[in-house]
């Protein structure tokens, strides 16, 4: 895989790991960098080398939103397509079978802030920031706010996207848009060992865990239950189920099969 505005590189830790590379432009998105980016998640998302994927940003900074110079010129019609083809990304991890996790260091602003809140999980600098900033500049957030309000609630979601301010690492983890906070020096690391750990699960397991969740999120409460408890059944039919239970019994590392 080549690519103009992103990196890629998979691990023998079954991690694949997808860098925005516009540092010098705080890795902003352009038309270019948001269809690489869907690309290259789609492309890991089918390798089988690939359990987990790590997305972080070359820099001191995560994603400081959409680069602003691409607005100029385009009709109302041009700029929705436009607005929907930088938000694809946001909507295509939720769709991917494998876990997805947001390394962030520096600032994660606007559709920055998006992309990690659209992430599965997310790992953090203790000095990362993290906000619906575009307001400030007299646009807004209502894209990214979709993905956020998932992780934070209404009212916070309302607040970040109204203000426009940028939270703190420590107040991010409390309103749920961080999983850990770790010191600046040990992110890099801290972010690898973590999607390494993840990545000795049983790939299946994880896989119908993640389709399940997000299936079941937007379901009624008792439908919720009757759907997750068929996808437990059909989970405990695959070989891994059978595999991780046995290992369990003889207290040894499961080897998993992935069907």
Known sequence: MSYQTILVEIGEDFVGSITLNRPNHLNTFTTQLAEELNDALKALDQDPKVRVILLKGAGKHFCAGIDVTELEGKTPMELRRWIAHM????????????????????????????????????IASEKARIGLTAINV????????????????????????????????????????????V???????????????????????????????????????????????????????????????????????PVWKER
Request: charge should be neutral.
């Open 183 to 253: 010191p600046h020096g040990e992110l890099d690391e801290a972010a690898r060992q973590w999607a390494a750990t993840l990545a000795q699960k049983s790939p299946i397991a994880v896989q119908i865990a993640k389709s399940g969740f997000y299936t079941a999120a937007d379901m009624e409460y008792h439908q919720a239950f009757e759907y997750m408890n068929e996808v437990f059944a059909r989970l405990c039919t695959t070989e891994d189920a059978k595999e991780g239970v046995t290992a369990f019994r003889e207290k040894r590392k």
């Open 87 to 122: 938000e694809e990304p946001l909507i295509t991890i939720s769709r991917l079978n494998k876990p997805v996790i947001a390394q962030v260091q520096g600032t994660a602003a606007a559709n920055g802030a998006g992309l990690v809140a659209a992430c599965d999980l997310a």
């Open 138 to 181: 007299g646009l807004n957030c209502v894209g990214p706010v979709i993905p956020v309000s998932k992780c934070v609630g209404r009212k916070v979601a309302l607040e970040m996207l109204l203000f426009g301010e940028l939270l703190k690492a420590e107040d991010a983890l409390a309103k749920g848009l961080f999983n850990r906070v």
